[in-house]
């Protein structure tokens, strides 16, 4: 399907000859034309670069005179002095470079080629009449190594061979099979058996984390912050057989506010408030009373009265009191009741301890490794990775992209795979491992981490009349035709929707009648 383009019509209106400008917008936008260099102009044109010359000093001065702010409007325009800017950036192709297949083989080979177990699998590879990849030896070796076996029998290696091709066989699909649609329907009809609800979770008491059906769309939609983040945080060996260091961690942790350890009482009489500390709450969150006056005085920069110096037990705050001489002058300048009830705001939901996120922190203890760990609610990855009591190898966070942002796009994959896995598992549902895997690479095939719906991956399909189908469809057939973009019916949905047959099964091939002569 060919859009006619809004750039031809541009080009001719600057004075570049009809079959030319046909030439340059092309599948182009006029974005895209604006910065060709003479010779993509020449090559796009089939001319020579005398004549690309001219159709760029066109160009450019249309540039030109769009910058500068000329329009064709006859209304008052405002005068602008701009900056002078740098030349013009010219396009220069560079060669990419080459792959090596030969080598990269070579690279993998020469790790344990003269190893025993590598040499038995490569001849029992050759005896099963079964060409495997070097990087499939690689691998395969390097499980046995792992295992604690240094060398192979001929009867060992052939074992593993067979099982090596067992596994190869149904692994493969068949050419010109649906492998997004087989993949859909295998997520999708199991995704009718979920039930709409919240499951508890032991990890944590008294704490509710979304599983089924929610917590696979939060997966696939990419949500930036789930309904319920969570944490898994091991510490380091020092510490981590150790209840009360994990235990003073964790208060470490959690986010402790004024509420959370004080009564506060609103005096409209006196234009103040005062804060009664809770002494049992200061000592779970492992906090003194001078300690929560200083934070106080830093946070909202006033003049913080305590009934007791070392430790007190009742502070008081007024508004516009920033030290101890402004107590003079509060009977001649009052402060207003707004100005009470902005700092009793300011005041109740004020952070004193712990990292912005973590609601709780609790210390677990597993009983198969014999150490303590935090699971928390909330997640906040980038702080956490700061502590250095953690060990940051094995924290976990259910947030992908908090992942992806400090780990990268792998690491993203990776959770993807590991959240959808563990959601099917929580819910006795078995989907195969490489339908999990098709739809973790579509999320991550761009360098991050997109949602599986218009915003993402339905929304940048390269066919017009796909997007179209999927929603919106007015503005994707209008935008189309705005930059010109073509559609080559390589899919499924735009064949089915102009009724052809589509690219799979009988229809991946094309049969021909030749008569006898």
């Not at 006859?74 to 900056?83: A, D």
């Amino acid at each position: 399907m060919v859009v006619k383009s809004a750039t031809k019509k541009k080009l001719i209106d600057l004075g570049v000859a009809e079959n030319f400008a046909h030439a340059l917008a092309n599948d182009r936008k006029w974005d895209e034309v604006k910065v060709l260099a003479v010779q993509e102009i020449a090559q796009a044109c089939e001319t020579d670069s005398e004549t690309a010359a001219k159709i760029l000093t066109l160009i450019e001065g249309a540039s030109r005179k769009s910058s500068d702010g000329d329009s064709d409007g006859g209304g008052p325009t405002t005068k602008i002095t701009l900056r002078k800017s740098r030349s013009r950036r010219v396009k220069a192709d560079v060669d990419l470079q080459g792959y090596d297949e030969g080598r990269k083989m070579q690279a993998l080979r020469s790790e344990l080629a003269d190893d025993p177990v590598y040499t038995a699998l490569e001849k029992a590879a050759d005896k099963a009449g079964l060409q495997l990849t070097v990087r499939i030896l690689n691998d395969l070796a390097d499980a046995v190594l792992k295992r604690g076996k240094k060398k192979l029998t001929a009867a060992q290696a052939g074992k593993v061979i067979a099982r090596a091709e067992s596994e190869l066989a149904k692994s493969r699909i068949d050419p010109f099979e649906a492998a997004g649609i087989v993949t859909a329907q295998s997520l999708g009809e199991p995704g009718t058996q979920m039930t709409m609800r919240t499951f508890h979770y032991a990890g944590v008491a008294t704490v509710n984390v979304t599983q089924g059906l929610p917590r696979i769309i939060e997966i696939v939609d990419a949500r930036k912050v789930p309904n319920t983040p969570t944490m898994k945080i091991y510490l380091k060996e020092g510490i981590k057989a150790t209840a009360e260091d994990a235990q003073k961690l964790a208060a470490s942790l959690e986010v402790t506010t004024t509420v959370n350890i004080a009564t506060i009482e609103t005096d409209v009489a006196q234009r103040r408030l005062v804060l009664h500390l809770n002494k049992a709450n200061m000592a779970q969150k492992n906090m003194t009373g001078a300690e929560v006056r200083e934070k106080l005085t830093r946070a909202t920069r006033l003049h913080v009265i305590a009934n007791k110096e070392k430790n007190p037990t009742m502070l008081t705050l007024i508004p516009n009191v920033h030290s101890a001489e402004d107590l003079d002058t509060l009977a001649e300048n009052p402060p207003s009741y707004t100005m009470l009830l902005q700092l009793e705001e300011k005041i109740r939901d004020l952070r004193l301890k712990g990292i912005p996120g973590v609601e709780r922190a609790n210390v677990q203890f597993n009983d198969k490794t014999g150490e303590h760990y935090l699971a928390t609610i909330g997640s906040n990855l980038a702080r956490i990775n700061e502590i250095e009591a953690i060990d940051r190898s094995r924290t976990y966070t259910n947030n992908i992209i908090e992942i992806y942002d400090q780990l990268g796009i792998e690491a993203a994959r990776q959770a993807i795979v590991d959240e959808l896995k563990e959601t099917l598992d929580g819910a006795r549902l078995e989907v195969d491992d490489r339908h999990l895997l098709i739809v973790a690479d579509v999320m991550t095939s761009e360098g991050e981490v997109r949602a599986i719906g218009r915003h993402g991956v339905s929304g940048t399909k390269h066919s017009i009349l796909a997007r179209a189908a999927f929603e919106v469809t007015v503005n994707h057939l209008l935008k189309a035709g705005i930059i010109g973009e073509r559609d080559h019916l390589t899919g499924v949905a735009e064949n089915i929707i102009v009724g052809q047959p589509i690219a799979l099964g009988t229809g991946s091939v094309e049969l021909f009648y030749v008569p006898d002569a």
